[in-house]
């Protein structure tokens, strides 16, 4: 049989150390399945580690290392196909193209377009979505199938574009920039399956990235699987690990919505009437209480008391009332002791010359001067006719000639009726 025949020549070929890149690393059950790029040629021969060489290597190894592996061609007899099988792999250097991708990486988080503040937030159920995706690939019936599940009414726009290869770039470049331009567009999924490295090697483009980056639209990045890391998803305002993943983020489910709502109201039904059950009950509180089940207790208990406190007032207004009018009566007696009135009103007199001044010796009223006598009740008009000689009185003899309605303050001197002469009585001018 061919097939054996191959195996035979094949087996009897040696191994051989070859330098490649690889561009695919998975494990399963151990055994590690991957893919070697040559860094020269555009060639790519699929490789096999068993689990056995697996554990003597001393390195950590991932896709898009540059490696030197010792190779012997394998030929499976019952699938047809050929593989190298490795029995020993060591690192040479990062490979060209992950160390031209992380060299644009790092140019474009300098620039800032991986920022988390300038990511745009996606909204809660977009009416119409753009999707960039391949034609009639399975990323394009996963993000369809499962947008539509969740929320029937949801529309989209399709972009077709190639999702590897030379035309990568340009057309999905094209097709954000057309999405992005529709106003009803509100956010755009950029959808690819899973592939090996070099296959999303165009999500890395850097022309894929700005576009990205200046769109107006909020864009999802859902390329690959979740292993898989493409610069797009670097700039996109969120990564999705899967092309479904990005159906479910993008688009909410309604039944889990309607039942959140249901929930949300069912929950404010219960808070409202728990708060109303505590308030009726505080109320009821309230009422039962003596201060408001009966109010008249208030009067009642407070009646006695207001009684005996008015009673108490009216006792020391009454006090206080005479006390103070026994006051008011020492004072108008001693008022009436001070005044020069009652001075008058026991017989004295005040003796004023012509010019208002009060005659206080008998040199101040010569004869002939005119006087001014002021008497208890009225005044008289009167004529000095010179000292007397009086040396007990002091005073000069005066001749009325008649009352006088004129009254003046000043000092006094003795009624001739007085039996006793007294000091005179007055004040200063």
Same mark, same amino acid.
């Given at each position: 049989m061919?097939?054996?025949? @191959?195996?035979?020549?094949?087996?009897?070929?040696?191994?051989?150390?070859v330098?490649?890149e690889?561009?695919?690393?998975?494990?399963?059950?151990?055994?590690?399945?991957g893919?070697?790029k040559?860094?020269?040629?555009?060639?790519?021969v699929?490789?096999?580690?068993w689990?056995?060489?697996?554990?003597? @290597?001393?390195?950590?190894?991932?896709q898009?290392d540059? !490696?030197? #592996?010792?190779?012997?061609?394998?030929?499976?007899v019952?699938?047809?196909?050929?593989?190298?099988?490795?029995?020993?792999?060591?690192?040479?250097?990062? /490979?060209?193209?992950?160390?031209r991708?992380?060299?644009?990486?790092?140019? @474009?988080?300098a620039? /800032? @377009?991986?920022?988390?503040?300038?990511?745009?937030?996606?909204?809660?159920?977009? $009416?119409?979505?753009?999707?960039?995706?391949? *034609?009639?690939?399975?990323?394009?019936?996963?993000?369809?199938?499962?947008?539509?599940?969740?929320?029937?009414?949801?529309?989209f726009?399709i972009?077709?574009?190639?999702?590897?290869?030379?035309?990568?770039?340009?057309?999905v470049?094209?097709?954000?920039?057309?999405?992005?331009?529709?106003?009803?567009? =509100?956010?755009?999924?950029?959808?690819?399956?899973? /592939?090996?490295?070099?296959n999303?090697?165009?999500?890395?483009?850097?022309? !894929?990235v700005?576009?990205?980056?200046?769109?107006?639209?909020?864009i999802?990045?859902?390329?690959?699987?979740?292993?898989?890391?493409?610069?797009?998803? =670097?700039?996109?305002?969120? *990564?999705?690990?899967?092309?479904?993943?990005?159906?479910? *983020?993008?688009?909410?489910?309604?039944?889990?919505?309607?039942?959140?709502? %249901?929930? &949300?109201?069912?929950?404010?039904g219960?808070?409202?009437?728990?708060?109303?059950?505590?308030?009726?009950?505080?109320?009821e509180?309230?009422?039962?209480?003596?201060?408001?089940?009966?109010?008249?207790?208030? !009067?009642?208990r407070?009646?006695?008391?207001? &009684?005996?406190? !008015?009673?108490?007032?009216?006792?020391l207004v =009454?006090?206080?009332?005479?006390?103070?009018?026994?006051?008011?009566? %020492?004072?108008?007696?001693?008022l *009436? #002791?001070?005044?020069?009135?009652?001075?008058?009103?026991? +017989?004295?007199?005040?003796?004023q010359?012509?010019? $208002?001044?009060?005659?206080r010796?008998?040199?101040a009223?010569?004869? $002939?001067?005119?006087?001014?006598?002021?008497?208890a %009740?009225?005044?008289?008009?009167?004529?000095? =006719?010179?000292a &007397? +000689?009086?040396?007990?009185?002091?005073?000069? &003899?005066?001749?009325?000639?008649?009352?006088?309605?004129?009254?003046?303050?000043?000092?006094?001197?003795?009624?001739?009726s007085?039996?006793?002469?007294?000091e005179?009585? /007055?004040g200063?001018?």
């Amino acid at each position: 049989m061919l097939s054996n025949k @191959l195996k035979e020549y094949l087996d009897r070929l040696g191994t051989v150390w070859v330098e490649g890149e690889i561009t695919q690393w998975g494990i399963s059950a151990g055994n590690v399945y991957g893919k070697l790029k040559d860094v020269d040629a555009d060639a790519t021969v699929s490789f096999t580690i068993w689990s056995s060489v697996k554990a003597r @290597l001393s390195e950590q190894f991932t896709q898009g290392d540059r !490696v030197v #592996a010792l190779v012997k061609p394998n030929w499976w007899v019952k699938g047809g196909s050929l593989t190298m099988q490795v029995f020993d792999l060591k690192h040479v250097g990062v /490979g060209d193209l992950l160390e031209r991708i992380e060299q644009l990486r790092a140019k @474009l988080q300098a620039e /800032g @377009l991986f920022d988390p503040a300038r990511k745009k937030r996606l909204p809660f159920l977009p $009416g119409v979505i753009g999707l960039v995706t391949g *034609r009639d690939s399975d990323a394009e019936k996963d993000v369809l199938r499962n947008a539509h599940l969740r929320w029937p009414a949801v529309e989209f726009r399709i972009e077709y574009a190639a999702v590897q290869g030379d035309r990568t770039v340009p057309e999905v470049v094209r097709a954000i920039a057309k999405l992005d331009a529709d106003p009803e567009v =509100e956010v755009i999924i950029v959808a690819r399956g899973g /592939g090996d490295f070099q296959n999303l090697l165009g999500f890395s483009d850097e022309r !894929v990235v700005r576009a990205a980056a200046e769109a107006s639209t909020p864009i999802v990045s859902a390329i690959g699987h979740e292993a898989d890391r493409p610069l797009l998803d =670097e700039v996109a305002d969120l *990564r999705a690990s899967t092309p479904t993943d990005a159906a479910k *983020r993008v688009v909410p489910d309604v039944a889990d919505e309607l039942a959140r709502v %249901e929930q &949300t109201r069912a929950r404010l039904g219960m808070r409202l009437t728990a708060i109303l059950t505590r308030e009726i009950d505080r109320i009821e509180h309230l009422r039962s209480r003596p201060s408001l089940a009966d109010s008249n207790w208030i !009067v009642d208990r407070r009646a006695e008391e207001l &009684t005996r406190w !008015v009673a108490r007032g009216t006792e020391l207004v =009454e006090r206080t009332l005479e006390r103070q009018a026994s006051r008011v009566g %020492e004072l108008r007696g001693h008022l *009436r #002791a001070l005044s020069p009135q009652a001075t008058l009103d026991r +017989g004295y007199a005040i003796v004023q010359g012509a010019d $208002g001044h009060v005659v206080r010796s008998s040199d101040a009223a010569p004869a $002939g001067a005119s006087l001014v006598v002021t008497l208890a %009740e009225g005044a008289l008009a009167a004529v000095s =006719e010179g000292a &007397t +000689g009086d040396v007990r009185t002091g005073a000069s &003899t005066v001749t009325s000639t008649g009352a006088n309605t004129g009254t003046s303050t000043g000092a006094s001197t003795p009624n001739p009726s007085e039996s006793t002469p007294a000091e005179p009585v /007055g004040g200063r001018e």
